[in-house]
């Protein structure tokens, strides 16, 4: 083995699936002087990779889980080391059913061909040990396959090695991570120190105390699944390769069972959740087996034994058959079931590379590598970003309750809807007292708690009988509610008062302020004192790194208001560009700041009735932001809108919060004002002004010309992104932004059926759409419109299709609605003038 050099361009922790794979992509990308390190011997170090059951299923319902297997296999397959063997995810329940036809719609829009649903005897002629009177149908994926991740590993490694970019070094274990002034420095190991100022942990389960030792935090906690061996199996006797059946997911019990050689291995998500402390995984010399395949605890495992027999009980049942291996394997879990990948926020230059599955680990390792030298990976990895966490998501008890509550989620029906239960109530904005007596009905962002509808808006459905629809489906109608189509209309006849203070908030300050936020921003921001730009944040490949609003409140001072869920990453791309000289800083207000929206007709007549400042259309036109004396209080009032209304955003310092919560409310409730929900803000009034949302229409893969958001010319000053969107400019965008009206509702069985966001958008007979960058077409977002009395779906579609009046269909739990092509561009469906906005 190689000596351990004093400094290295880049250190690399862990030689799993994960750190095989990043050295490797950085020497196919040119980088040198690349250390990897592994405190185990190789191959197999004593990590997940050794143990894993290897088994890679590509359909997921994330598009960039989806995208980053399907690399993965692809990586596999050139090293030779897949073998393609079929599985069979089956269903015990009509409610799994349901979710296998969902499981087709997510297939067809990411694009993993062929799927099928088959029925119990095509279950049986492809697994003849199968008991098929114990299942009512499948989902069939022929190209599920089983990898040889410590060969792949070895290969990946030699390659990197070979190329002379790679020195190995086994049996080294890495003891501090020095850092000064925010920047990585050193390694420290138990073979001597390297002087390096890029580092990248891809320590799996032990990432956590690696990060700490830089004074970083990797929010995972290394948690038990069960797995067990048993054999010899007399079907498998004459069994020529590891495997020759397709693997089997009991979906229901949370299981699976897969061939390997003469055994069957029986996998488990179904048990309590084991969670264990990273500082508490045993060493090498400690284990009986490897530190991450830890003792079994037999009594966790005999529910699943029992499913396992009902399912196939020629082999479970046959006594002849006994335990040959049996393990509590670790790996990793998040607090959002998302891997963890990036710069960390705290620490410049250390990387994680953690929580990742064998599935994804060689289309992680060159996304990861690929960011780390072009500054953006070819696959957008923004959902699984490391700094999206805020403080409060990083404890160990939020960690440990979230991985818990999500553990048995493994093989389970998640509604896109579906809201965590555990580690509530940490955030609560300062009007969530009057909230709760209004019986709001919260759901959690960012932590969080925010009112989603008020079921003391109840009355309004009667108000609004005939213009609100109902959901018939119970799928369709879960974490929603008509209420919200009644806020709607409420708010689009009178005003509503919405809590926005989960916004995430920064001010960029200071005599290099201007110079950054044009750095970074799309539009110009060397605009007059109390202007409100909405800008584009872009990739330096000209995609979307965000959109958010900046307000220029002094001529050092831009304030700047994003959405929660991406905030913190938004800061740190902020804080990434800051000049080097030290001239401007980023002050987090996030916890400083609450935020009242206000919107509708009546608006103005509230806001006047609390304050004497000039709020006429000329006194404070719209896309202007400026303090104003309201209720006796100082309000910082912007005037936008993200639902299509006049109106504004009122900011005051959280503790004054509750007065100007009270003050609005009263002046409000002679004009009729309601409290109104996100589900009004985030997507029936945004839906029906198309107004794009990132994370479901922007995100990196996608630019701002396909987006029709490339209005007015380009600001003369440079920003990251610029030469790129320069050149998209020139060029016809290879799909364009649409919104679509539902034609028809009716399902095959009568029932009206309501899209939630993520299915195909397909022709007439259901040909994929697909454009000329290979992308296909799907609902990016989808909910109601009613006050135009329809079911809105936004979705990029290929020029040719993007025409207003085109009919095409969409998808949706294996049939197929027609649709119509409502807008092709960003003119909104409702008040195409903006008359309301700007009124
Ligand atoms: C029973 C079981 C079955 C599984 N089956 C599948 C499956 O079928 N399909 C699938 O996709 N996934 C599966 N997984 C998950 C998969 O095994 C892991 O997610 C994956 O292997 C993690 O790879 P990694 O490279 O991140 O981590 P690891 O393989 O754990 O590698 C991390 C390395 O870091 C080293 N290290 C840690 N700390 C230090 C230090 N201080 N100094 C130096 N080195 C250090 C360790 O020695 C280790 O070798 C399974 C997991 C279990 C438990």
Redesign the pocket.
């Known amino acids: 083995m190689s000596p351990l050099p004093g400094s290295a361009r880049v250190v690399v922790?862990?030689?799993?699936?994960?750190?095989n794979g990043v050295a490797c992509h950085l020497a196919r990308l040119g980088w040198t002087d690349i250390v990897q390190?592994?405190?185990?011997p190789l191959p197999n170090?004593?990590?997940?990779?050794?143990?894993?059951?290897?088994?890679?299923y590509p359909v997921d319902h994330s598009r960039e889980m989806t995208a980053l297997t399907l690399d993965s296999v692809r990586q596999y397959k050139e090293l030779g080391v897949l073998t393609e063997c079929g599985g069979i995810e089956v269903a015990r329940t009509e409610e799994r059913m349901e979710e296998l036809r969902r499981r087709m719609a997510s297939a067809k829009s990411w694009g993993v061909e062929p799927v099928s649903l088959v029925t119990p005897a095509e279950i049986k002629e492809l697994v003849p040990f199968i008991d098929e009177s114990v299942i009512i149908g499948g989902f069939h994926s022929p190209g599920v396959a089983v990898v040889d991740?410590l060969r792949a590993g070895t290969l990946m490694r030699e390659e990197a090695q070979a190329s002379g970019a790679l020195t190995v070094v086994a049996n080294?274990?890495?003891t501090a991570i020095g850092a000064e002034r925010g920047r990585v420095t050193s390694v420290s190991t138990t073979a001597g120190d390297i002087e390096t100022d890029t580092v990248v942990i891809?320590?799996?389960?032990?990432s956590p105390?690696?990060a700490r030792m830089a004074g970083a935090s990797i929010p995972l906690t290394p948690a038990v699944?069960q797995?067990i061996d048993i054999g010899p199996v007399p079907r498998f006797e004459n069994a020529k390769a590891a495997i020759e059946y397709p693997i089997v997911r009991d979906m229901d019990a949370n299981m699976y069972e897969r061939q390997d050689g003469r055994g069957l291995e029986v996998?488990s998500y179904a048990h309590r959740p084991i969670l264990h402390d990273p500082a508490e995984i045993p060493s090498i010399e400690e284990s009986a087996l490897s530190p991450?395949e830890m003792p079994f605890t037999e009594d966790d495992f005999v529910e699943q034994m029992e499913h396992a027999l009902e399912l196939m009980p020629e082999i479970v049942g046959d006594e002849s058959v006994g335990v040959k291996y049996a393990?509590n394997?670790?790996?990793?879990l998040t607090p959002d079931g998302l891997p963890l990948l990036g710069e960390t926020p705290e620490v410049r230059g250390l990387w994680s590379a953690?929580a990742?599955?064998?599935?994804e680990?060689p289309g992680v390792a060159r996304g990861v590598a690929e960011w780390m030298t072009h500054g953006e990976p070819e696959i957008d990895l923004q959902a699984s970003d490391i700094a999206r966490f805020y403080p409060c998501q990083k404890t160990v008890a939020h960690v440990r309750s979230r991985a818990a509550e999500g553990f048995n989620k493994t093989y389970g029906i998640v509604h896109p809807g579906e809201q965590w239960e555990t580690s509530r109530g940490i955030r609560l904005s300062p009007f969530h007292a009057r909230e709760r007596e209004l019986d709001a009905v919260f759901f959690e962002a960012a932590g969080w708690e925010r009112p989603h509808w008020y079921a003391s808006n109840e009355p309004l459905l009667e108000e609004y009988d005939g213009r609100v629809n109902r959901r018939e489906a119970e799928w369709d109608a879960r974490w929603w509610s008509p209420i919200i189509n009644a806020e709607h209309l409420a708010m689009r006849d009178r005003a509503a008062i919405f809590d926005l203070t989960a916004f995430c908030i920064f001010d960029v300050i200071g005599p290099g302020a201007l110079a950054t936020v044009q750095r970074v921003a799309m539009r110009q921001c060397d605009v007059p004192v109390g202007r409100v730009i909405y800008t584009p944040v872009l990739t330096p490949r000209g995609g979307f790194r965000s959109d958010l609003t900046i307000m220029r409140l002094d001529h050092e001072t831009f304030r700047v208001v994003t959405g929660g869920a991406h905030g913190m990453a938004d800061m740190k791309w902020f804080a990434d560009h800051l000049p080097e000289d030290g001239t401007a800083q980023v002050h987090d207000l996030t916890s400083a700041w609450c935020t009242v929206g206000l919107w509708g007709p009546r608006a103005r007549d509230i806001l006047s009735g609390l304050s004497s400042a000039d709020i006429s259309n000329e006194g404070f036109p719209f896309a202007r932001c400026r303090e104003i004396e309201a209720a006796g209080l100082p309000v910082l009032t912007s005037r936008i809108s993200y639902v299509g209304d006049l109106g504004w955003e009122l900011y005051v310092p959280i503790e004054q919060g509750a007065r100007l919560w009270d003050a609005v409310w009263e002046e409000g409730r002679p004009h009729g004002l309601i409290p109104a929900g996100i589900g009004v803000y985030g997507t029936t009034g945004r839906l029906e002004k198309g107004y794009r949302a990132f994370g479901f229409e922007l995100d990196g893969e996608y630019d701002v010309v396909e987006a029709g958001m490339a209005w007015g010319k380009v600001k003369d000053e440079d920003f990251v992104g610029r030469e790129a969107h320069l050149r998209q400019r020139e060029s016809d965008p290879a799909a364009v932004m649409c919104t679509l009206t539902v034609d028809d509702h009716t399902s095959m069985s009568g029932v009206a059926r309501y899209m939630l966001g993520r299915e195909p958008v397909v022709t007439p007979d259901g040909a994929p759409l697909l454009d000329a960058k290979g992308r296909r077409s799907f609902v990016t977002s989808a909910g109601a419109g009613p006050s135009v009395g329809k079911h809105l779906l936004m979705a990029y579609l290929p020029p040719e299709h993007a025409r207003e009046g085109e009919r095409l269909a969409v998808e949706y739990m294996h049939e197929r609605y027609p649709v119509t092509v409502a807008v092709a561009g960003s003119t909104p469906i409702f008040d195409p003038e903006n008359t309301r906005i700007r009124s």
């Open positions: 922790v862990g030689a799993g699936i994960v750190g390190l592994d405190k185990g170090p004593g990590g997940s990779t050794g143990h894993a059951s290897n088994f890679i991740s080294v274990e890495v891809a320590a799996g389960v032990w105390l690696l699944h797995m996998g991450t393990i394997g670790l790996l990793s953690a990742v599955w064998v599935k680990g």
